[in-house]
C-alpha cells in the first residue's frame, strides 16, 4: 500500500530536549515536506527536500532542521524544543512532475 | 507572494443543505488549486485538483469546485450534505506543477447539523 510514515503519532517532550519525527515514504517519490498546523492558521512549510540531499527552507524553518539522506526517509530534527513548537506535524510526499501530495497521519507534539 | 484565503472557520449546514466553502488565492503565475479533507485524527486527503484544464472540478465523495479567474476564487461545494461529511476542508495553492511547495489557507471546519 502507498503511504507516508510518520512516528511517533503522539510525543511530550520537555523544553530542551532534542528529538526527530521520522518520516518515511514507499512511492519513491522525488519530493517531501514538512508542514506544521496550528488552529487558525492552517499547515504552514517548515522545510522541504526535491532529492537527495537538497533540502531548502519553507515559510516557518526556524528552530528545526531536516536532512534527506535516502530518498524515502526525510527525519524532522528538533535540537533544542521550545513550547512554542508545540504544535500537529505532517510530513508529505509527491512525485515530481505530479500535482499531488500524499501527507502522512501526523505526529501531535508537546512541548512542556 | 502566493496566499490563500478561506472565508469563514466554522460553516454549519443542514443534513441534505448545499455545502459551500470558500476560497479566494494570490498568485502572481497561473496556480494549480487543491482542495484537502482531514477528517478527525487523520491526515490530510485530496478532495480534487485544478491544474488548468476544465473549469470545474469534480472531486470525490460528490464535492465540486470551479475555478473563477476574474474573481480568484476556487469555492467549493457539494449539493446535499451528509453527517460523513464533517471535517475540516483546507484550500491550497502551488506556483508549481509539482506539489512540493503548497501554501494552505486557515481551514474550515464543516459542521452537519441532523
Same mark, same amino acid.
Not at chain 1, 5 to 30: D, F
Given at each position: 500500500?502507498?503511504?507516508?510514515?510518520?512516528?511517533?503519532?503522539?510525543?511530550?517532550?520537555?523544553? #530542551?530536549? &532534542?528529538?526527530?519525527?521520522?518520516?518515511?515514504? %514507499?512511492?519513491?517519490?522525488?519530493?517531501? @515536506?514538512?508542514?506544521?498546523?496550528?488552529?487558525?492558521?492552517?499547515?504552514?512549510?517548515?522545510?522541504?527536500?526535491?532529492?537527495?540531499?537538497?533540502?531548502?527552507?519553507?515559510?516557518?524553518?526556524? #528552530?528545526? &532542521?531536516?536532512?534527506?539522506?535516502?530518498?524515502? %526517509?526525510?527525519?524532522?530534527?528538533?535540537? @533544542?524544543?521550545?513550547?512554542?513548537?508545540?504544535?500537529?506535524?505532517?510530513?508529505?510526499?509527491?512525485?515530481?512532475?505530479?500535482?499531488?501530495?500524499?501527507?502522512?497521519?501526523?505526529?501531535?507534539?508537546?512541548?512542556? | 507572494?502566493?496566499?490563500?484565503?478561506?472565508?469563514?472557520?466554522?460553516?454549519?449546514?443542514?443534513?441534505?443543505?448545499?455545502?459551500?466553502?470558500?476560497?479566494?488565492?494570490?498568485?502572481?503565475?497561473?496556480?494549480?488549486?487543491?482542495?484537502?479533507?482531514?477528517?478527525?485524527?487523520?491526515?490530510?486527503?485530496?478532495?480534487?485538483?485544478?491544474?488548468?484544464?476544465?473549469?470545474?472540478?469534480?472531486?470525490?465523495?460528490?464535492?465540486?469546485?470551479?475555478?473563477?479567474?476574474?474573481?480568484?476564487?476556487?469555492?467549493?461545494?457539494?449539493?446535499?450534505?451528509?453527517?460523513?461529511?464533517?471535517?475540516?476542508?483546507?484550500?491550497?495553492?502551488?506556483?508549481?506543477?509539482?506539489?512540493?511547495?503548497?501554501?494552505?489557507?486557515?481551514?474550515?471546519?464543516?459542521?452537519?447539523?441532523?
Amino acid at each position: 500500500e502507498a503511504q507516508v510514515t510518520q512516528n511517533p503519532r503522539y510525543l511530550i517532550t520537555v523544553t #530542551g530536549k &532534542k528529538l526527530t519525527v521520522t518520516c518515511s515514504q %514507499n512511492m519513491n517519490h522525488e519530493y517531501m @515536506s514538512w508542514y506544521r498546523q496550528d488552529p487558525g492558521l492552517g499547515l504552514r512549510q517548515i522545510y522541504y527536500s526535491m532529492n537527495v540531499e537538497v533540502t531548502d527552507k519553507g515559510d516557518v524553518p526556524e #528552530g528545526y &532542521k531536516v536532512s534527506r539522506k535516502e530518498k524515502r %526517509n526525510f527525519p524532522l530534527i528538533l535540537e @533544542s524544543p521550545s513550547p512554542n513548537q508545540t504544535s500537529l506535524y505532517f510530513c508529505a510526499s509527491s512525485s515530481r512532475g505530479e500535482t499531488e501530495a500524499f501527507f502522512g497521519q501526523g505526529t501531535r507534539l508537546t512541548v512542556v | 507572494a502566493q496566499s490563500v484565503t478561506q472565508l469563514g472557520s466554522h460553516v454549519s449546514v443542514s443534513e441534505g443543505a448545499l455545502v459551500l466553502l470558500r476560497c479566494n488565492y494570490s498568485s502572481s503565475v497561473p496556480p494549480y488549486l487543491f482542495w484537502y479533507v482531514q477528517y478527525p485524527n487523520q491526515g490530510l486527503q485530496l478532495l480534487l485538483k485544478y491544474t488548468s484544464a476544465a473549469t470545474l472540478v469534480k472531486g470525490i465523495n460528490g464535492f465540486e469546485a470551479e475555478f473563477k479567474k476574474s474573481e480568484t476564487s476556487f469555492h467549493l461545494t457539494k449539493p446535499s450534505a451528509h453527517m460523513s461529511d464533517a471535517a475540516e476542508f483546507f484550500c491550497a495553492v502551488s506556483e508549481a506543477q509539482g506539489a512540493q511547495k503548497l501554501v494552505f489557507g486557515q481551514g474550515t471546519r464543516l459542521t452537519i447539523n441532523p
